[in-house]
């Protein structure tokens, strides 16, 4: 997860070196003027055929947890979309929902990119009418959220949630590991979706809980469709959403947006378009729901690909052209995968990886990344432009006339995903 700046003051505990960093801030004087520049941000949402799939479903009936640094509910995008949720964080006691207190706006944002409704010129989510359940349990302080995060996990589930998005990852030990474990099989086992995000430290370095079996590890694309830099990979590797250039609110001033980067916000957006498929189809299982996201998936060569996963969600593929097959409903396409291959590499002993903060909006200005290995939403590690990259250009176009960008060059420190 990547986390804000206070966490340079973390360097000792294990995390990776300051990088710099270009943050994008902007403000617009008329209400409507900022909607408009706001929609034209969310490059994302034309890729997907958003406005399409909205006449379709709108992810209503659908309760997604999010397990992160709490829910502001106040920001106006949230306003009546989150429940009260538990905090497992401090001290494990109090509500989730920390209106006000999400000083990391890390949770708040990716509520956001899931329900947001866009109010007030805002962001919106990719599925609007879903419900967020928060789960604090962590902040920019903590080292492991191993026994917040578990415990969070099997609260979401007897909770109702259907989708838990875990923005937020690190190294584990065997211990732990196991322990991640029995609450996935738990969440899997109660009928519910796990998505995390793979980290951003653009190597093959575990990060849990994605590595774990039974978890949907998100990979973070670029607007051309490539996978971006920063965005780690490896043979646990699910899916691909958008990552790079994503509007968030500022860590500073939650009032103010800024543009963020990170395999978190790509873990978001996945678990949102899963809201809207589930939606459309409240009679299929978690299985179900998975196996047409993995079947529509965006790629041009062979798949599973350790850098792109099966590929690019497309949730028009299944919503607005009736693909995907949903299969048997009591089998995995996951697990069934790995039965077959080679075992899970240990637990990964390295630090947590450099991000954006989605919470502060930073943008890594250099992500470590491996030459000659670049993927693609299209399914090549060599290249390709997908559809949504051309819809993407022009909608950068659009962005850039008439917009007002303040460009703040600053230096942060993050942790993973």
């Known amino acids: 997860m990547s986390l804000p700046t206070r966490a340079v003051r973390r360097r000792a505990a294990g995390l990776l070196g300051a990088l710099t960093a270009v943050v994008a801030t902007w403000t617009v004087a008329a209400p409507a003027a900022q909607a408009d520049d706001m929609r034209s941000r969310q490059w994302y949402l034309d890729a997907m055929k958003a406005d399409e799939l909205w006449k379709v479903t709108t992810g209503k009936g659908v309760k997604v947890a999010v397990l992160d640094t709490g829910v502001d509910a106040t920001v106006p995008e949230l306003r009546g979309k989150v429940l009260s949720g538990r905090n497992f964080y401090d001290a494990g006691e109090g509500p989730g929902r920390v209106d006000g207190e999400d000083t990391e706006r890390h949770g708040t944002n990716m509520s956001i990119l899931i329900a947001g409704s866009g109010t007030g010129g805002g962001i919106k989510g990719i599925a609007p009418d879903a419900t967020i359940l928060p789960v604090k349990v962590s902040d920019a302080y903590s080292e492991s959220m191993k026994v917040t995060a578990t415990r969070g996990i099997r609260y979401a589930v007897d909770n109702g949630a259907r989708i838990i998005n875990i923005s937020m990852g690190g190294s584990a030990d065997e211990a732990d590991t196991s322990a991640w474990q029995a609450a996935v099989d738990y969440a899997r086992k109660k009928g519910a979706l796990v998505f995390a995000a793979t980290g951003n430290s653009g190597d093959g370095y575990m990060r849990y809980p994605a590595a774990i079996p039974g978890v949907i590890a998100v990979g973070a694309l670029d607007p051309q469709g490539k996978i971006a830099k920063f965005s780690n990979y490896g043979s646990h590797l699910a899916l691909s959403a958008p990552g790079v250039k994503i509007p968030v609110r500022c860590l500073e001033n939650k009032n103010q947006y800024c543009i963020g980067q990170g395999t978190s916000?790509?873990?978001?957006?996945?678990?949102?378009?899963?809201?809207?498929?589930?939606?459309?189809?409240?009679?299929?299982?978690?299985?179900?729901?998975?196996?047409?996201?993995?079947?529509?998936?965006?790629?041009?060569?062979?798949?599973?690909?350790?850098?792109?996963?099966?590929?690019?969600?497309?949730?028009?593929?299944?919503?607005?052209?009736?693909k995907g097959n949903?299969?048997?409903?009591?089998?995995?396409?996951?697990?069934?995968?790995?039965?077959?291959?080679?075992?899970?590499?240990?637990?990964?002993?390295?630090?947590?990886?450099?991000?954006?903060?989605?919470?502060?909006?930073?943008?890594?200005?250099?992500?470590?990344?491996?030459?000659?290995?670049?993927?693609?939403?299209?399914?090549?590690?060599?290249?390709?432009?997908?559809?949504?990259?051309?819809?993407?250009?022009?909608?950068?176009?659009?962005?850039?006339?008439?917009?007002?960008?303040?460009?703040?060059?600053?230096?942060?420190?993050?942790?993973?995903?």
């Open 265 to 322: 916000q790509a873990s978001a957006l996945a678990s949102g378009t899963a809201a809207l498929i589930w939606s459309a189809h409240p009679d299929w299982t978690a299985n179900q729901v998975l196996r047409v996201m993995l079947e529509t998936a965006g790629h041009n060569g062979p798949v599973p690909s350790k850098y792109i996963g099966y590929g690019s969600v497309r949730p028009a593929q299944v919503l607005l052209e009736g």
């Open 326 to 417: 949903p299969g048997d409903p009591d089998v995995n396409p996951l697990l069934a995968a790995r039965a077959s291959a080679s075992p899970a590499p240990s637990a990964s002993q390295t630090s947590p990886s450099p991000e954006n903060t989605g919470a502060s909006g930073t943008s890594p200005a250099t992500d470590p990344g491996t030459p000659g290995k670049t993927g693609s939403a299209t399914g090549s590690e060599e290249g390709g432009l997908p559809l949504w990259a051309v819809a993407a250009s022009a909608v950068a176009v659009v962005a850039v006339l008439g917009a007002v960008v303040t460009v703040v060059v600053r230096r942060r420190a993050s942790t993973d995903a």
